[in-house]
C-alpha cells in the first residue's frame, strides 16, 4: 500500500514538471530559486534527515519493549506529545501550506475561480473517504468477532443427557487480533497522510538552494524527529507483529529522504511556481489535512482521552501532565513552523 502511494505521488510530480516545460511560463510565474547548490551538502541532507526520523521513529518504539510501570507512565506522555505534534502538523503545517497554494497568482483561471475553497473540498473529501474505509474494515472485523463467539461454544459435552457448552481453547489470540484490528487500521492511515507530508517536504528540501538550505534542514530535521517519536507510540500501541512494526517503522524514515533525492534529481526543471505542481503540492496538502484533522479528533483525542476508562482512572496529577504534554508537543511544531 505504501509503496503504491509513494509511487503515485512520485509520478504526479514528475508528470507536473514534464508538463510544466510543454506549457511554458509568464516571466513573473518562473522559478524563485537561485543558482547556488552545493551537491555534496544536498546528498549529505538526504543521510541526515534518515538518521534523525529513523531515531525518532524507532527509539520511542524500542522505550515500549520495557515492560515496566514507570515506562508505561512514560509511553502515555509520549503518547499526548505525539497527539499535539500531529494535530499541529495537520493545523500549522499542512492547512496553510495548501491554502497559499491554490492562492498562488500563477494557478490557472480556471481553478483560482473557486480558489482556496478546493482546501476544503479535498479535506473533506479525504476524511469522508478516511470513514467510510474505516467503517468498511470495522464491520470485516466484526464479522470476524461474530465468528470468533460461535466458536467460542463450538465444543458440547453431553454427560449423562446434559448439554454443556464448553469454551473452546486457542480462541484468545483470534480475540487479540479482533480487538487490535480497529487500531492497526487507524495507524496506517494516520501515516498514510504523514507519509504524503514527508515526501512534499523532502522534494522542497531537495529543491532548496544553499541560502536557504541549513535553516530548511534544521527544522526538518526537528520536524521529523518529534514527528517519529508521535508515530512510534502509536505503531506500537497498534500491537502490530515484528513485520508489520518493521515495515511502518523503515517507511517512515525512508520517505523524506526520497523526496530529498527527488528534489535533487530535478532541481535544474523544477519550477514551484508551474501551474501543474502548484496543484499537486495543493492537493496533496488538503487530503493530509484533511486525514490528520479525522485521526486527531475522530480517533486519538476521541478514543485515547475523551473516551477512554483508563485516562478516566489516571489521578489527576498525571492527567494534567498528560495535557500539558500534548499541548508541549503542537507548541513544538508550532515553533518548527516558523522555519518549515
Same mark, same amino acid.
Given at each position: 500500500?505504501?509503496?503504491?502511494?509513494?509511487?503515485?505521488?512520485?509520478? =504526479?510530480?514528475?508528470?507536473?514538471?514534464? =508538463?510544466?516545460?510543454?506549457?511554458?511560463?509568464?516571466?513573473?510565474?518562473?522559478?524563485?530559486?537561485? /543558482?547556488?547548490?552545493?551537491?555534496?551538502?544536498?546528498?549529505?541532507?538526504?543521510? +541526515?534527515?534518515?538518521?534523525?526520523?529513523?531515531?525518532?521513529?524507532?527509539?520511542?518504539?524500542?522505550?515500549?519493549?520495557?515492560?515496566?510501570?514507570? +515506562?508505561?507512565?512514560?509511553?502515555?506522555?509520549?503518547?499526548?506529545?505525539?497527539?499535539?505534534?500531529?494535530?499541529?502538523?495537520? &493545523?500549522?503545517?499542512?492547512?496553510?501550506?495548501?491554502?497559499?497554494?491554490?492562492?498562488?497568482?500563477?494557478?490557472?483561471?480556471? &481553478?483560482?475561480?473557486?480558489?482556496?475553497?478546493?482546501?476544503?473540498?479535498? *479535506?473533506?473529501?479525504?476524511?469522508?473517504?478516511? $470513514?467510510?474505509?474505516?467503517?468498511?474494515?470495522?464491520?470485516?472485523?466484526?464479522?470476524?468477532?461474530?465468528?470468533?463467539?460461535?466458536?467460542?461454544? =463450538?465444543?458440547?459435552?453431553?454427560?449423562?443427557?446434559?448439554?454443556? !457448552?464448553?469454551?473452546?481453547?486457542?480462541?484468545?489470540?483470534?480475540?487479540?487480533?479482533?480487538?487490535?484490528?480497529?487500531?492497526?487500521?487507524?495507524?496506517?492511515?494516520?501515516?498514510?497522510?504523514?507519509?504524503?507530508?514527508?515526501? @512534499?517536504? *523532502?522534494?522542497?528540501?531537495?529543491?532548496?538552494?544553499?541560502?536557504?538550505?541549513?535553516?530548511?534542514?534544521?527544522?526538518?530535521?526537528?520536524?521529523?524527529?518529534?514527528? *517519529?517519536?508521535?508515530?512510534?507510540?502509536?505503531?506500537?500501541?497498534?500491537?502490530?507483529?515484528?513485520?508489520?512494526?518493521?515495515?511502518?517503522?523503515?517507511?517512515?524514515?525512508?520517505?523524506?529522504? @526520497?523526496? @530529498?533525492?527527488?528534489?535533487?534529481?530535478?532541481? /535544474? $526543471?523544477?519550477?514551484?511556481?508551474?501551474?501543474?505542481? +502548484?496543484?499537486? $503540492? *495543493?492537493?496533496?496538502?488538503?487530503?493530509? =489535512?484533511?486525514?490528520? !484533522?479525522?485521526?486527531?479528533?475522530?480517533?486519538?483525542?476521541?478514543?485515547?482521552?475523551?473516551?477512554?476508562?483508563?485516562?478516566?482512572?489516571?489521578?489527576?496529577?498525571?492527567?494534567?501532565?498528560? !495535557?500539558?504534554?500534548?499541548?508541549?508537543?503542537?507548541?513544538?511544531?508550532?515553533?518548527?513552523?516558523? &522555519?518549515?
Amino acid at each position: 500500500m505504501f509503496r503504491k502511494l509513494l509511487l503515485a505521488l512520485l509520478f =504526479a510530480f514528475v508528470s507536473a514538471q514534464a =508538463a510544466g516545460e510543454s506549457q511554458g511560463n509568464s516571466t513573473s510565474c518562473t522559478s524563485g530559486y537561485g /543558482n547556488d547548490y552545493d551537491l555534496n551538502f544536498h546528498i549529505g541532507g538526504v543521510f +541526515i534527515v534518515f538518521a534523525i526520523s529513523g531515531l525518532g521513529m524507532f527509539s520511542s518504539m524500542y522505550i515500549d519493549g520495557f515492560k515496566l510501570p514507570i +515506562i508505561g507512565n512514560v509511553l502515555q506522555l509520549l503518547k499526548m506529545f505525539g497527539i499535539g505534534i500531529i494535530v499541529s502538523t495537520a &493545523w500549522i503545517h499542512l492547512l496553510p501550506d495548501a491554502f497559499s497554494q491554490f492562492s498562488n497568482p500563477c494557478l490557472s483561471v480556471g &481553478w483560482q475561480s473557486y480558489g482556496t475553497n478546493y482546501v476544503g473540498l479535498f *479535506g473533506v473529501a479525504a476524511s469522508f473517504m478516511v $470513514q467510510l474505509l474505516e467503517l468498511a474494515s470495522s464491520q470485516h472485523t466484526h464479522q470476524h468477532e461474530y465468528e470468533y463467539k460461535d466458536n467460542e461454544t =463450538a465444543t458440547v459435552v453431553q454427560p449423562a443427557g446434559e448439554t454443556v !457448552f464448553v469454551l473452546v481453547d486457542g480462541t484468545s489470540a483470534v480475540k487479540e487480533k479482533v480487538e487490535h484490528a480497529p487500531k492497526k487500521f487507524q495507524t496506517v492511515i494516520l501515516e498514510s497522510g504523514i507519509l504524503v507530508h514527508s515526501l @512534499i517536504i *523532502g522534494l522542497t528540501l531537495g529543491v532548496t538552494p544553499d541560502s536557504g538550505f541549513s535553516t530548511l534542514l534544521a527544522a526538518i530535521c526537528f520536524h521529523q524527529m518529534f514527528e *517519529g517519536m508521535a508515530l512510534g507510540v502509536l505503531v506500537s500501541n497498534a500491537e502490530f507483529d515484528i513485520r508489520g512494526k518493521v515495515l511502518l517503522g523503515i517507511m517512515y524514515p525512508l520517505t523524506t529522504p @526520497i523526496g @530529498i533525492a527527488v528534489g535533487i534529481a530535478i532541481r /535544474n $526543471q523544477f519550477n514551484e511556481n508551474n501551474d501543474s505542481v +502548484i496543484l499537486a $503540492q *495543493g492537493i496533496l496538502d488538503s487530503i493530509s =489535512a484533511g486525514i490528520l !484533522f479525522y485521526n486527531s479528533y475522530a480517533e486519538l483525542i476521541s478514543n485515547e482521552i475523551n473516551h477512554s476508562p483508563s485516562f478516566k482512572r489516571y489521578a489527576k496529577g498525571f492527567k494534567t501532565m498528560c !495535557f500539558f504534554s500534548m499541548y508541549l508537543g503542537a507548541a513544538a511544531m508550532a515553533v518548527v513552523g516558523i &522555519w518549515a
